[in-house]
């Protein structure tokens, strides 16, 4: 029962550096989201998609793509990492909207730290 | 805008007595309410939620919330606090007419002293 499996644990990358942060689902799931935690802050939402194909903005998705192409998977791209984006990111995954009373199902997330 | 307040950013309660966390909420609309619990290098677990019905809800674990609209609040108890449940807390909102978005407050890290 993996439920929410996030990969990797922990990455460190230079300013300016690409990756991609991995977030797969095994509970047919139509809405996943990425947030990410910084101290004091509580979770932001970055990006989310109410289905395969079907993405849009979070709370903060500057300098961050998602795509959607299953069900499964939703990955979080960085595209050039910078200082501020050392945050950890955290995928969920639930049956309905947010906005609904379906809970969210968090994976253990992912630390990332960039120099 | 949608907002969530945890007023506390840490308490410290001895093992054994009870345990209050506080939000609050700013929304427009019936909202609905959650507390997750995060140990130390762990995601969230969903302790309880509320959505409608019953204002005093139960949780796993022993917790328990109350919403109360006047106050727009939904406070996080638990009457005989364990070292197991030093943790963060995070309250979170969400509601249908602001979409597919759920807002969480900044959390509130719980410490048990033995």
């Known amino acids: 029962n993996a439920g929410v499996t996030q990969t990797p644990k922990f990455q460190v990358l230079k300013t300016g550096q690409s990756m991609t942060l991995q977030c797969a689902q095994d509970?047919?799931?139509?809405?996943m989201s990425w947030y990410r935690q910084d101290p004091g802050m509580g979770l932001r939402l970055i990006h989310y998609?109410?289905?395969?194909?079907?993405?849009d903005q979070g709370e903060v998705p500057n300098g961050y793509n998602v795509s959607r192409s299953t069900t499964e998977d939703f990955p979080l791209r960085l595209l050039s990492a910078a200082p501020s984006q050392t945050s950890v990111y955290f995928c969920?995954?639930?049956?309905?909207?947010?906005?609904?009373?379906?809970?969210?199902?968090f994976g253990d997330g992912t630390r990332l730290s960039i120099l | 805008a949608q907002s969530v307040t945890q007023p506390d950013i840490h308490i410290t309660v001895s093992e054994g007595a009870s345990l209050e966390l506080r939000c609050n909420y700013s929304?427009?609309?019936?909202?609905?309410l959650f507390w997750y619990v995060q140990s130390p290098g762990q995601g969230l677990q969903l302790l309880l939620k509320?959505?409608?019905?019953?204002?005093l809800v139960q949780g796993i674990k022993g917790f328990e919330a109350e919403f109360k609209r006047s106050q727009s609040s939904f406070n996080l108890r638990k009457p005989s606090v364990h070292w197991s449940d030093a943790a963060e807390y995070f309250c979170?909102?969400?509601?249908?007419?602001?979409?597919?978005?759920?807002?969480f407050g900044a959390g509130t890290i719980l410490r048990v002293k033995s």
């Open positions: 509320y959505f409608s019905g019953d204002t």
């Open positions: 969920a995954s639930s049956t309905g909207t947010f906005g609904s009373n379906q809970p969210q199902h």
């Open positions: 998609s109410v289905g395969a194909g079907i993405t």
């Open positions: 929304y427009g609309a019936t909202p609905y």
């Open positions: 509970m047919n799931h139509e809405y």
């Open positions: 979170a909102v969400g509601a249908r007419e602001y979409g597919n978005k759920l807002v």
